[in-house]
């Protein structure tokens, strides 16, 4: 009487077959005991894993293709971003100076006598003013004017600069000294990810200090953003609300990661890699 025993399972390999091509097999072995517990054989079986593997490299092939096509999708979008962005800065900008210009005439010519039309000249003039603001701004969120005219770090400098002015919060940075340039579209994903992270501190954390560290490790672009707030759980709250899943699109699309989550030391913590290209 034999008995089987303790099956080994060898992890899936390629082997040849008789007309010459291959296939792809797992191997189950078990050893046969007799009645007396020494081993008097072995079985071996073979488990066909071809249909798997093929199912398994067209996955890989259609998500390559679907991130390629998003990258290209992003690199049309940031484009036309950037023209509407300086289109509304170049254009629209300079009708709103001119028109700022006309009423400084107007105002400058009006009668003495009637102060009602000077309030109202100095009312249009403030709307001007705060179109222009408006203008600013949202050729801003199209595509920052800072990555194209102080580059990646600089970029992230003057956005942390501008954090501390707005919340009061020091912000603490490690950045490298020499420029980052891994080109248009990756540092665009790269700043949106630290203004993200910098909103949801604005809006919940609660925090006293962040720490924001930029690296290249291992061919990476490593993004790290850590406050001392209060913290949440990513898994307890919708995440769309903190940015966490745009967060993560936006690095998925280049073949990266964000990782986002309270971290032993108290607060939270953003840390973003993505792929530079060689």
């Given at each position: 009487m034999f008995c089987r025993r303790r099956q080994r399972v060898q992890p899936a390999a390629e082997r040849p077959r008789k007309d010459g091509g291959t296939v792809h097999?797992?191997?189950?072995?078990?050893?046969?005991?007799?009645?007396?517990?020494?081993?008097?054989g072995t079985i071996r079986m073979f488990a066909d894993l071809s249909e798997h593997k093929h199912a398994e490299l067209q996955l890989?092939?259609?998500?390559?293709a679907l991130r390629r096509s998003i990258l290209q999708r992003d690199a049309a979008v940031q484009k036309e971003r950037t023209r509407i962005a300086r289109e509304l800065h170049?254009?629209?900008?300079?009708?709103?100076?001119?028109?700022?210009?006309?009423?400084?005439?107007?105002?400058?010519?009006l009668p003495a006598?009637?102060?009602?039309?000077?309030?109202?000249?100095?009312?249009?003039?403030?709307?001007?003013?705060?179109?222009?603001?408006t203008v600013r701004r949202?050729?801003?969120?199209?595509?920052?004017?800072?990555?194209?005219?102080?580059?990646?770090?600089?970029?992230?400098?003057?956005?942390?600069?501008?954090?501390?002015?707005q919340t009061g919060v020091p912000c603490r940075l490690d950045l490298p000294a020499q420029p980052?340039?891994?080109?248009?579209?990756?540092?665009?994903?790269?700043?949106?990810?630290?203004?993200?992270?910098?909103?949801?501190?604005?809006r919940h954390a609660a925090a006293t200090s962040v720490d924001i560290r930029l690296r290249r490790s291992a061919?990476?672009?490593?993004?790290?953003?850590?406050?001392?707030?209060?913290?949440?759980?990513?898994?307890?709250?919708?995440s769309e609300a903190y940015?966490?899943?745009?967060?993560?699109?936006?690095?998925?699309?280049?073949?990266?990661?964000?990782?986002?989550?309270?971290h032993s030391d108290g607060g939270f913590a953003v840390v973003a890699r993505l792929p530079v290209p060689s």
């Open positions: 097999v797992s191997i189950y072995t078990s050893p046969l005991h007799g009645t007396d517990g020494r081993i008097a890989r092939e259609a998500e390559a170049d254009e629209l900008g300079q009708a709103l100076t001119a028109l700022k210009m006309e009423f400084a005439w107007l105002g400058a010519r006598a009637d102060p009602a039309l000077g309030e109202k000249v100095a009312e249009l003039t403030g709307l001007v003013d705060q179109t222009m603001r949202l050729s801003s969120e199209l595509r920052p004017a800072l990555l194209d005219v102080t580059g990646l770090v600089g970029a992230l400098k003057m956005q942390s600069l501008a954090f501390e002015r980052i340039e891994p080109g248009a579209e990756l540092t665009t994903a790269v700043f949106r990810v630290l203004q993200e992270a910098l909103t949801n501190i604005t061919g990476y672009l490593v993004l790290e953003v850590e406050d001392d707030g209060q913290g949440f759980d990513p898994h307890a709250v919708r940015g966490i899943v745009g967060m993560r699109e936006r690095a998925e699309a280049f073949g990266g990661t964000v990782e986002a989550g309270p």
